[in-house]
């Protein structure tokens, strides 16, 4: 072709469109020129196909604008506002539906099942109160965290409490001697609540209606009136405070006076460490367990200023006792049982152990700061391991500083102590206790071979003060009134038997130079148990004491059985060149030495096996051949 011929088509050929080539030119990846007659393509043309139209026109990508400035994260404080008006809003709507669906209820509920005060109408007027449906929120922009707080309960007259004690109808006058009992013999030995002279039986029960009903139930002469009022304390705790979420300083203290009697009531299962721990958790749902805070935190609702400052209080002595009444009872819940150990102390109970100390209400919380303190050094040697954290040389080595640490702290209590305070029976319980179980450490120390034999003396001396630390004890014991008796807690019945326990171990002890004749005569252990079994017998005749009808029985009236059996644990323990003789007088005519079959009727007794020898390292020299599964009388 002629070259003019070719610009002059080229001259009629326009390209196409962009996106609008024809399907042939777009499969071929060709440049689609339209002729200029238009009705088809120069490329389709010229090869004789048919020239089709594209299928799809492309579009050009939208160009995109400039991405905007990036935006800096808000703060953590912002964040946690805008999330707890979230949870604000998502709570309040909760509660309006709840509520609604209480008053639909509410309506349908039947003037019988009102009038009969069943459980479900209990719960309904409980739960509806619309303080429990709307919780306070508090954001601490500090720790990045949001408290829900427990909601202040309106007073509600009658009180629940209230009503639930009112089946047990104690008239005014017994109830005040009950009161005046508890006082004097209870709270002596464990001063867990300051209740004071002025305060009327009638009065503490307005006031503190689930205390009251545990005060009666420890005193009454009537067992079965105790086992029944018994039963009340467990529906309580079973649905106002597991089911309900009740939690009141009344709830707590009476939590605390229940589990710390807890042989009294005990059937057939301990329950005192279960109640201590439910008494943690009070106090935990109450915060008292610290001070008050001092910094501002923001509150999802703003209270008027009465409220506010109401909310914002110090701390009071009672609030500040009971803190330290939980510890003592987590602390002797560890002592009998070994299940659940104590509360771990803070610089906030050190504080309150300070100022509790002082005892500017009453004289009695100088009682309990000072069994407290025992207690603190008691857990030193039980609780916190030392022989599992060091070496078996470098343990024993840090055991024998400890003691000697401890034992001056111990004198340092003891000579700190108003004279008052001293005198008292509980306090010299606790601080010879505390005493014997620093001593008893020493004699895990091993005893290395010297020529000049002073190591085995000053083995001999620890011994010797162990027994004189027992003998002490047994004086301070047999001078105590058989009124007196039934205020014993669990944790001062557990000394009581440890006592004899480490008496047994130290009349049969097979140690070179250690006299075990004299041992016996300074302090019999078969005369004392007969004697704890004599004045055991006495108990209820000197206090009025009426047993309940039936296979049950109460404290005093079995725990004679059980001091016999214990008795008879140890003869079976004995060795054979010890059996009893002249050297073990029996005041059954010798009748407990022929019970040595092993086959002792286990009793409805409060403590665990602990007590009855070889569960401590530190005591398995003393005496090697005792099987603790011999030794039981529970469990």
Known sequence: MPPGSVAGASASLSPAPYGQACAGCSRAKCKCFYRSDGTDCERCHRLGKTCEPALAVRKRKARSPPPPPQLLPPPVSTRLEEKLDDLVTLLRSQATEKQAQSQTQSQRQTPQSLHEGTPTSHGDSTSSLPGRENPDLVLDTAAGTVHIIRPETPPMSPSPILDDVSVHQVPDRVAQELLDSFRHVFLSTFPFVHIPATTSAAELRQQKPFLWLVIMALTTKMVAQQFAMAETIWHIISRRVVSQHFADIDLLLGVIGFASWSHYFKKDKPFMSMLSQMAVSLAFELDIHHDVPTKTLRRSRFPLPIQQSARRHPRTSEERRTMLAVFHLTSSAWSTYRKTEPLRWTPYLDDCLRILGEGRETYLDTLLATQVKCQLITNQLSCYGFNETQGAEDAKALSTILSTALLRQLDSIRQGLPAEIGSQRSAQFYLMYTELKVRESLLGR??????????????????????????????????????????????????????????????????????????????????????????????????????????????????????????????????????????????????????????????????????????????????????????????
């Open 446 to 635: 091993p005893s290395p071979a010297d020529q000049s034999g002073l190591s085995h003396f000053q083995r001999l001396q620890d011994l010797d003060l162990v027994l004189g630390t027992v003998e002490r004890w047994l004086a301070v014991y047999s001078e105590m009134p058989l009124s007196d008796w039934v205020g014993m807690t669990a944790d001062v019945f557990t000394q009581f038997m440890q006592y004899f326990v480490v008496l047994f171990k130290l009349s049969i002890l097979d140690e070179p130079g250690w006299d075990l004749q004299e041992v016996r005569r300074r302090a019999n252990v078969f005369e004392m148990l007969d004697r704890a079994c004599e004045s055991v017998d006495r108990v209820p005749a000197v206090t009025g004491m009426v047993d309940a009808e039936g296979p049950r029985s109460g404290l005093f009236f079995k725990i004679n059985c059980v001091l016999r059996d214990v008795k008879a644990l140890f003869l079976a323990e004995m060795p054979p060149d010890l059996q009893p003789g002249a050297a073990f007088p029996s005041a059954n005519g010798g009748s407990d030495a022929n019970n040595m079959n092993g086959n002792v009727e286990y009793m409805d007794f409060t403590f665990s096996d602990e007590f009855l020898l070889a569960g401590h390292s530190y005591q398995q020299d003393i005496l090697q051949p005792c099987d603790r599964s011999i030794l039981k009388v529970t469990n």
